[in-house]
């Protein structure tokens, strides 16, 4: 089926998007985890995973509207040095892929493509749900501090 050249570009643009930012949570998941922040690193982990699965779901789509989906391209990558960097860093992406996926959609439903707005609006959901977190952690770190922010997040191994 041949898609709207303006719908393929949105999809290949928020597929850069969930590219760049399967790189970033998981070079940052891979810092927490060496910096022993185990429980942090493993939710991190996910949100890749998670934002590796909307790159499928968008491969899918790109492809299904006869187009060629751009693996080529990464946005910048932007990796934090502190908790708090970090959050910072990746709030940051999804308020740029909250503001696209927005856009997006809204293109999309005004050219009758009705099934690819559908799934930049399930990403959406998923994007502002991470962003909420990100804020919640955000917050808990301002008001605790780092050193006792990152204390709850230090796991020790079980015996063996």
Known sequence: MQGDPEVIEFLNEQLTAELTAINQYFLHAKMQDNFGWTKLAKYTRAESFDEMKHAE???????????????????????????TEMFQADRQ?????????????????????????????????????HID?????????EKLGEPLYIAQLIEQPSEA
């Open 57 to 83: 779901i968008l491969t899918d789509r790109i492809l299904f509207l006869e187009g060629l989906p751009n693996y080529q391209r990464l946005f910048h990558v932007r990796i934090g040095q502190t908790v």
């Open 133 to 141: 977190y990100l804020d919640t952690q955000l917050e808990l770190v």
């Open 93 to 129: 992406v999804e308020v740029e892929a909250i503001d696209r996926l927005k856009r997006g959609a809204e293109v999309m439903r005004a050219k009758g493509d009705i099934t690819s707005a559908n799934i930049f609006e399930d990403i959406l959901a998923d994007e502002e749900h």
